[in-house]
T-cell receptor
């Protein structure tokens, strides 16, 4: 069973639009961590955020914000006023006791920001 | 602080040749991971080490693949003999405990 689902394979928006990337996870553990990584066209994987299961506070970092909702097992990522430089593949990942805290990756969402 | 360092960045070799990929983790990190990324299979964990000891190598595709970590600051992933289907981007990552992993720039391997 897929544990991290990123249902949006590709999203294309025009610059300055807001965009939300969805991430739904599945776990039986009460203690777990959720992550977002960015992979720009240059290929490197860049860590964006980590949340633990006991902290449901939303996080904002500049134009980026994350909405963690345990009730719906979701950890969505919103980019406000998108820019061309935000174009990348974004991965959501889960780590849990059952998997010895190794990262379980979603398939990724390719975000295209058009000028 | 230096991030994870990988070498070479690009490697082109012929089928049957030995390939060695190198990684220097972030100083102080106690976990090291080797991943492979392809369009078909996405990101795959190959093997990971904790305090230089291999913990789980179940992701290593075949006996042709081997990995070592002789000390806390160096690891290698070796493919011998290489095959065209091994062509991929190989990432090394490190972490402190079970926290976020930081990735190197990757090695793009092409086996002709």
């Amino acid at each position: 069973a897929q544990k991290v689902t990123q249902a949006q394979t590709e999203i294309s928006v025009v610059e300055k639009e807001d965009v939300t990337l969805d991430c739904v996870y599945e776990t039986r553990d009460t203690t777990y961590y959720l992550f977002w990584y960015k992979q720009p066209p240059s290929g490197e994987l860049v860590f964006l955020i980590r949340r633990n299961s006991f902290d449901e506070q939303n996080e904002i970092s500049g134009r980026y914000s994350w909405n963690f909702q345990k009730s719906t097992s979701s950890f969505n990522f919103t980019i406000t006023a998108s820019q061309v430089v935000d174009s990348a593949v974004y991965f959501c990942a889960l780590s849990e006791v059952d998997s010895n805290y190794q990262l379980i990756w979603g398939a990724g969402t390719k975000l295209i920001i058009k000028p | 602080d230096a991030g994870v360092i990988q070498s070479p960045r690009h490697e082109v070799t012929e089928m049957g040749q030995e390939v060695t990929l190198r990684c220097k983790p972030i100083s102080g990190h106690d976990y090291l991971f080797w991943y492979r990324q392809t369009m078909m299979r996405g990101l795959e964990l190959l093997i990971y080490f904790n305090n230089n000891v291999p913990i789980d190598d179940s992701g290593m595709p075949e006996d042709r693949f081997s990995a070592k970590m002789p000390n806390a600051s160096f690891s290698t992933l070796k493919i011998q003999p290489s095959e065209p289907r091994d062509s991929a981007v190989y990432f090394c990552a490190s972490s402190f405990g079970t926290f976020e992993q930081f990735f190197g720039p990757g090695t793009r391997l092409t086996v002709l």
